[in-house]
Nanobody, 114 residues
Framework: QVQLVESGGGLVQPGESLRLSCAAS????????MGWYRQAPGKQRELVAVITSGGTTNYADSVKGRFTISTNNAKNTVYLVMNSLKPENPAVYYC????????WGQGTQVTVSS
């Protein structure tokens, strides 16, 4: 079973940027559609960014123009660059397949606060 390990989260101020990374235990990004999800306390997990095996990307309206998803197949890593972060409740970001299946990783928490 593929393992996904997220990293790169933290506490930043509004307007700042973060780059999240998700390392996979195998070469999967050339074969599967992957996505970044986020979950705030008390809310459902939502899909915010998608990248297909062919490199086509799609974004939730709430992050479009600010977030960029990409992969490095040689490093078995998918990234999420988040620019112009807005103040909002803390959320844990996860990467997974789209549609999601298998086990979730531990996620990485992102908090945007002044």
């Amino acid at each position: 079973q593929v393992q996904l390990v997220e990293s790169g989260g933290g506490l930043v101020q509004p307007g700042e940027s973060l780059r999240l990374s998700c390392a996979a235990s195998g070469n999967i990004f050339s074969r599967y559609t992957m996505g970044w999800y986020r979950q705030a306390p008390g809310k459902q997990r939502e899909l915010v960014a998608v990248i297909t095996s062919g490199g086509t990307t799609n974004y939730a309206d709430s992050v479009k123009g600010r977030f960029t998803i990409s992969t490095n197949n040689a490093k078995n890593t998918v990234y999420l660059v988040m620019n112009s972060l807005k103040p909002e409740n803390p959320a844990v970001y996860y990467c997974s397949f789209v549609p999601a299946h298998g086990s979730w990783g531990q996620g990485t928490q992102v908090t945007v606060s002044s």
